[in-house]
């Protein structure tokens, strides 16, 4: 359960897998470089703080991780909530509200959690990811249009407001270097797929900037230099009322990295046909985030595209995992200073894809074609998401799930009042049938269909106002009740106090389910109401209202 997938891997590692783990490795380290830059900056901090990230989460979540090739670091899917925490809190906050995060990750994942993660709803997830996706495409408008502008507002809408009102200020070459960066990465796969086309962009566009002098702002333009050496770890100082201003966002960021690197170790496993340890992987998340913060980087967690290349390229073991960071950690020491001179542009280029490629548009239009409560769920969600905030998003549209599932699940539980199935002239018969059973005369017999839990126990005593006169026996048959909770217990409870009270024998009939038979147990209801009027099968039921009618 929590063994880390590195210790199985070594056990018959070869060294042909090696090669093919040291290609991939370095084939993805050199994919991190330009995003982990990118996201870095589009969350509004440092481009060396997403390196730091990447270097310190990549090597932490391939040794301690429960999947064999997993890739952490800095994702998309944080640029919303790391932006909007330096906004409020600045760097410092971000700090302790990623170190509170790791430690509710690891916390998440002794407590076994990993399994309870993976069933978010689907639509809640596709919600929230593309709006991500659309509020990292927005944020970039700024730099890939080099729109002479301030600072862009946080909300979405005056976002927009203001790029409009800037456009007339839009720079033809910046606007160029953005196109031919998104050209590039989305031509490049048709000549190779081993070398991303993210850093043949790069390289172009920046050598086409230098050379021919562009006027175009670069990253050594707007943050200086690129710092070549790692920081020594710290923490900034930490007091209550911050750790409690924090709470919240620290426990988006848990959230949002324990289902994003969950749902990479799911894909992962199925190009693979391998199986990941999901509690293991939450404590591996939650020491990287923690190790991330010490160094001043930012949340990190399973980045699905770059697992994917991980996969794709021959990684097989967490040792590619490892490669790509030692590849970025060189990187950042001996060519890191000449990342300054890549353009804004083009890192707004290769965001725009990004953004593209999370958005999941073809998930989105699926959901929107399936059940009408999947839709509300996704729609308000990405609307959330987008205008509001994400934490409000995911809280909402968790909410609104739930209540969801439980309006569906209470729609498949019915009553039924199986001696109201008769006609006139069979009502007038000192016996009536039901079905291939005649039922005495004074019993009436109740069927129970679907989960008998808070949702539906109305349904219950709904049914139970058609009885016209007291009866003597009440068969209870609850054969199709795979689950009960306590507002179903009081419920059966209730009833039995009132049976009881008005003289009436309350019979329990077919409890098949070993969940209601235990929580009846446990309840002491089943002692209460009597061994001998709870019976396994209906015969028998029908057998015990006919002794007890002889006995009245």
């Known amino acids: 359960m929590f063994k880390p997938k590195i210790l199985d891997t070594l056990k018959n590692y070869s060294r042909q897998q090696f090669g093919k783990d040291l290609l991939a490795g370095l084939i993805v380290g050199i994919v991190a470089l330009p995003l982990a830059i990118a996201f870095a900056i589009a969350s509004g901090v440092s481009p060396e703080k997403g390196l730091f990230t990447a270097v310190i989460a990549g090597f932490i979540v391939s040794a301690l991780g429960g999947s064999k090739v997993q890739i952490g670091g800095p994702t998309g899917a944080f640029i919303v909530i790391v932006y909007g925490i330096v906004q409020v809190y600045g760097i410092d906050g971000l700090i302790i509200a990623t170190f509170m995060a790791g430690i509710m990750l690891i916390i ?105 002098h562009l006027p ?102 967490p040792i590619a995992g490892i ?110 049938p039901v079905g291939n059973y005649s039922i005495p005369e004074g019993v009436e017999v109740f069927e129970i269909n679907g989960p008998l839990f808070f949702g539906a126990a109305y349904k219950f005593k709904d049914a139970m106002k058609f009885i016209e006169k007291t009866p003597k026996v009440l068969i209870v048959r609850m054969r199709r009740v795979p689950i009960i909770d306590s507002t179903g217990i009081r419920m059966l409870a209730d009833l039995h106090k009132e049976t009881r009270n008005s003289g009436t024998k309350l019979i329990l009939s077919e409890l098949e389910s070993e969940q209601v038979t235990q929580e009846l147990k446990k309840a002491r209801l089943l002692f209460k109401i009597g061994k001998g009027n709870v019976l396994a099968t209906f015969d028998r039921a029908l057998q015990r209202s006919r002794i007890v009618l002889t006995d009245k």
């Not at 790029?163 to 270097?177: D, G, N, R």
């Not at 293991?280 to 990287?288: D, F, I, K, N, Y």
């Not at 490669?323 to 353009?343: E, M, Q």
Request: charged share 10%; glycine share 8%.
């Open 108 to 212: 998440m994942g002794f407590a076994r959690l990993g399994s309870i993660i993976k069933f978010i709803p689907h639509p809640l997830i596709v919600g929230f990811t593309s709006g991500i996706a659309l509020i990292i495409f927005s944020s970039q408008m700024k730099d890939f249009f080099g729109l002479q502008m301030g600072n862009v507002p946080a909300d979405f809408i005056n976002k927009w407001q203001a790029y409009f009102l800037s456009f007339s200020s839009f720079s033809i070459t910046a606007t160029i270097i953005g196109m031919v960066t998104v050209i590039t990465i989305l031509a490049w796969p048709y000549i190779t797929h081993k070398i991303p086309g993210s850093l043949i962009a790069i390289l172009i566009t920046t050598a086409i900037v230098q050379i021919f």
């Open 323 to 432: 490669v790509h960071a030692i590849v970025l950690l060189i990187i950042i020491l001996f060519v890191g200073k000449w990342a300054a001179l890549i353009p804004m542009a083009t890192l707004a280029g290769i965001l725009v894809v990004v953004a593209y490629n999370m958005s999941e548009w073809h998930s989105f239009i699926s959901v929107v074609k399936g059940p009408r409560s999947d839709v509300a769920v996704l729609l308000i969600t990405f609307l959330l998401t987008v205008i509001v905030d994400l934490t409000v998003a995911i809280e909402i549209g968790m909410v609104l799930a739930a209540f969801l599932f439980m309006r569906n699940m209470t729609k498949s539980s019915n009553v039924n009042i199986l001696t109201r199935e008769m006609n006139k002239e069979e009502q007038e018969e000192d016996n009536e």
């Open 216 to 317: 175009v702002e670069t990253i050594g333009s707007r943050f200086g230099s690129i710092h070549s050496s790692f920081p020594t770890p710290s923490l900034p100082h930490i007091d209550f009322l911050t750790i409690k201003h924090l709470v919240q966002p620290a426990f988006t960021i848990a959230l949002l990295c324990g289902i994003e690197s969950l749902l990479s170790a799911v894909v992962a496993d199925s190009m693979i046909g391998g199986s990941h340890r999901s509690n293991m992987e939450l404590v591996a998340q939650g020491t990287a985030n923690i190790f991330s913060a010490l160094f001043g980087g930012i949340p990190a967690t399973g980045a699905i595209a770059r697992t994917a290349t991980n996969v794709k390229n021959g990684g097989r073991t």
